[in-house]
C-alpha cells in the first residue's frame, strides 16, 4: 500500500506560514533541497490544496524553461511535470492539466482508493488546510518537517483540530547550514 507522506516546513512554534500566509522565513540551501529531494523521488503523485496549487503551477513550470535555475530546481520541475497531481477544492469545478485529478468529495474514500492503486508514495506538498483534513482523518502515514530557526508568534499552524493521540516514530533527523533541522515521522 501506498503510504500518504506530508512535507512542510515550519517554525519553532508551529507555524507552516506568517499571519498574511508569508513563507519567506524558511532557510533553504542545498542541504535542505538534497533531504527534501530524497522523499520526493519515492513519490509519484503529489497532492495539493488549491491555493498551493496555484503557487506550484505559476511556478515550477516556468523553472524548466529557466537558464539560471539550479539543478535541485531543475530537478523538482522535472519530477512535478511527469507526476500525477490530486487538487482537492470544494470551490474549482474543472483543471485543465491532463496529469491533475480533481477531488471536492468523499475524501476518505477517494484518499483509500488512492492509496491502494500501485505506484510510489503519495506526498502533500505544504497545503495546511487539506494536511488538518487527512490529519483529522488519520490518513497520513509519514510526516518530513523542516523546522527552521524562529518563532513567528503566529499565523497558520502545522497541527490543527487533532481529538487524539497520534504516536509516531522518529525515523531521521539531520541538521543543515541554515541551522534548520529535518525530522522525519512514521506512524506506529
Known sequence: MRKIVSLMHMSLDGFVAGAQGEMSWIKMDDDVFT???SFIIQANMGLYGPKTFGMMEAHWPKV??????SGHQLSH???YSKA?????STTLSSLDDKNTKLINRNVAAEITHLKNEPGKNIMI???PGLVHSLMQLGLIDEYVITINPLILGGGIPMFKGINSRVDLHLKQTVQFKAGSI???YSKF
Do not use: E, I, N, Y
Open 35 to 37: 533531504f527534501v529531494d
Open 64 to 69: 524548466l524553461k529557466d537558464p539560471t535555475a
Open 77 to 79: 520541475a522535472h519530477w
Open 84 to 88: 500525477q497531481k490530486v487538487v482537492f
Open 125 to 127: 506538498f505544504g497545503s
Open 182 to 184: 529535518g525530522v522525519h
